[in-house]
């Protein structure tokens, strides 16, 4: 059981390795590259089927870039979309040559010279953004993560030094940013599943107790009755707002 546990460990760390090597390629990755990564792992053909199936499904181009479909937006975030892009249309954009004097005098601390760095990669952000939207997080949260990152990325292009790596370094704080509101949206959500998951627990065992006394049952009764102790059954009351049908709370009581 524990070579099992350690071999889907390490195939989930090479899995996201392997996503993230590829996000920082502008989101290819080498079909070939993907093979060697988990090479170890000595994988069958239809365990490597589902690897490129995930990589498919979470829009990294495999030895090409991806064509990034907005299919799985919902109406706002599709309307919300075109007036973003609307707006960056009117945004200068350097050329290669102004970029890099630009990057040199951001790297310099000049402040105008960020700014123009900030307007310049504005729409990178939004293909970055894109690129995660299948994600559970919503394309403006992770459009506003990409936003704060590159403002914060231009003030600190010092530990940079050179022009060239600007934009690497812009668009690793972008990935970073985004990637890192993701896993607190997934977080969230578990925590969200396992309260429900326990209200429905306690609710479930009220009902079923509730039909053999024929009224509701008291917190002390469902206690006797389960074995579970008090936070766990006023847990549950406080997060259902004190809707658990079958069990009276004796909150009533004590307003």
């Known amino acids: 059981m524990g070579n099992l546990e350690n071999k ?36 069958d053909e239809s365990q490597m089927a589902m690897v490129f199936d995930y990589l498919e499904k979470h829009k990294v181009g495999i030895d090409a870039p991806a064509e990034i479909e907005d299919d799985d937006l919902t109406e706002e975030e599709i309307s919300y979309l075109d007036e973003y892009l609307e707006e960056l249309k009117d945004l200068p954009l350097l050329t290669d040559g102004e970029k890099r004097a630009v990057s040199m005098a951001a790297i310099a601390g000049d402040k105008e010279a960020q700014q123009k760095l900030i307007s310049n990669y504005l729409p990178l952000v939004v293909d970055v953004a894109r690129m995660y939207t299948e994600q559970g997080v919503y394309l403006e949260d992770l459009i506003g993560e990409g936003n ?19 934009e690497g370094f812009l668009y690793k704080m972008m990935l970073d940013a985004m990637e890192a509101v993701i896993e607190d949206n997934l977080a969230e959500d578990a925590g969200q599943q396992k309260v429900l998951k326990l209200v429905q627990e306690v609710a479930d065992k009220a009902k079923e107790l509730s039909e053999d006394l024929r009224r509701k049952v008291t917190v002390a009764e469902l206690m006797e009755e389960t074995g579970w102790d008090e936070d766990k059954i006023r847990t549950a009351i406080k997060f259902s707002g004190d809707n658990i049908e079958d069990l009276d709370s004796g909150e009533e009581k004590k307003k």
């Open 8 to 43: 889907e460990k390490e195939f989930a760390q090479i899995l996201k390795l392997v996503t993230r090597t590829a996000r920082e390629n502008r989101n290819v990755i080498s079909r070939q590259g993907v093979i060697d990564a988990f090479s170890e792992l000595e994988l």
């Open 148 to 166: 704060v990152a590159l403002t914060r990325g231009v003030t600190m292009l010092d530990a940079v030094g050179e022009p060239d790596e600007v």
